[in-house]
C-alpha cells in the first residue's frame, strides 16, 4: 500500500533557525513527488515537484530534495511568514492522477 | 500556476438539507478533478476522483449516495453533500491536474457547517 509519513508533526523555530522537514514514501514507482504549503483555512498552495532520485528544486528560502526513500524540504533562515503547515504528497505509477498525502508539519517560526 | 476556484468558501446549513459545493478550474481544462476532506489540524483524506463524462470513484469507505459527484465539463465539478448532518461538518477542499504526473492545484476550500 502507498504511504507518505511525514515528520516531525511540529517543529519551532527561532527566527533565522534552519533546519529540515522530513518526507518518508513507499510506493510501488514513484512518478512524482510534491511538497504544499498550507494557511489555517485555505488550500494547499503548490511548492515543488519532484520526480527522480537526485533532483532538487529552490524557491526563496526553501529547498526540496529527494532521494529513493524519502524527501527533504529544507528551509533556511526563515522569517515568521514561512509558519505554516507543510505537506508532502506522491502520485505512483500505478494510481493515474491519484495523490496520496501524508499528515503535514506544521512549522512556527518565532520572531 | 493553474487557477482553481471553489465555491462557497463557507456555508452553514441545516440538517437533513443538501448542499452544492462547486469547483472550477479557470484557466485550463481538467479531466480529472478530486475532493477531499480535513478534520482540524489533520491532513487531506481523498474522498473522490470525478472523472469528466462518467462516474466518479470513491474511496474506500466514503459513501457514493450521501456525496454525490457531479463532472459535468472539463472546467466544473460539483460535490452535494445530501442530507447533511452535523458529522457531514468539516472543510472540503478539490482539486485539478494538469495531467498524469503533474502538480495538483487545489481550490480555496469549503468550510461546511451543518446545525
Known amino acids: 500500500e502507498d504511504q507518505v509519513t511525514q515528520s516531525p508533526e511540529a517543529l519551532r523555530l527561532q527566527e533565522g533557525e534552519s533546519s529540515s522537514l522530513n518526507c518518508s514514501y513507499t510506493v510501488s514507482g514513484l512518478r512524482g513527488l510534491f511538497w504544499y504549503r498550507q494557511d489555517p483555512g485555505k488550500g494547499p498552495e503548490f511548492l515543488f515537484t519532484l520526480y527522480s532520485a537526485g533532483e532538487e528544486k529552490e524557491k526563496e528560502r526553501l529547498k526540496a530534495t529527494l532521494t529513493k526513500k524519502e524527501s527533504f524540504l529544507h528551509i533556511t533562515a526563515p522569517k515568521p511568514e514561512d509558519s505554516a503547515t507543510y505537506l508532502c504528497?506522491?502520485?505512483?505509477?500505478?494510481?493515474?492522477?491519484?495523490?496520496?498525502f501524508g499528515s503535514g508539519t506544521r512549522l512556527s517560526i518565532r520572531p | 500556476g493553474a487557477v482553481v476556484s471553489q465555491h462557497p468558501s463557507r456555508v452553514i446549513c441545516k440538517s437533513g438539507t443538501s448542499v452544492k459545493i462547486e469547483c472550477r478550474s479557470l484557466?485550463?481544462?481538467?479531466?480529472?478533478m478530486f475532493w477531499y476532506r480535513q478534520f482540524p489540524k489533520q491532513s487531506l483524506m481523498l474522498m473522490a476522483t470525478s472523472n469528466e463524462g462518467s462516474k466518479a470513484t470513491y474511496e474506500q469507505g466514503v459513501e457514493k449516495d450521501k456525496f454525490l459527484i457531479n463532472h459535468a465539463s472539463l472546467t466544473l465539478s460539483t460535490l452535494t453533500v445530501t442530507s447533511a448532518h452535523p458529522e457531514d461538518s468539516s472543510f472540503y477542499i478539490c482539486?485539478?491536474?494538469?495531467?498524469?504526473?503533474?502538480?495538483?492545484?487545489f481550490g480555496q476550500g469549503t468550510r461546511l457547517t451543518v446545525v
Open positions: 504528497a506522491v502520485q505512483a505509477l500505478s494510481s493515474a492522477s491519484k495523490i496520496i
Open positions: 484557466d485550463f481544462q481538467a479531466t480529472t
Open positions: 482539486s485539478a491536474s494538469l495531467g498524469t504526473g503533474a502538480e495538483a492545484f
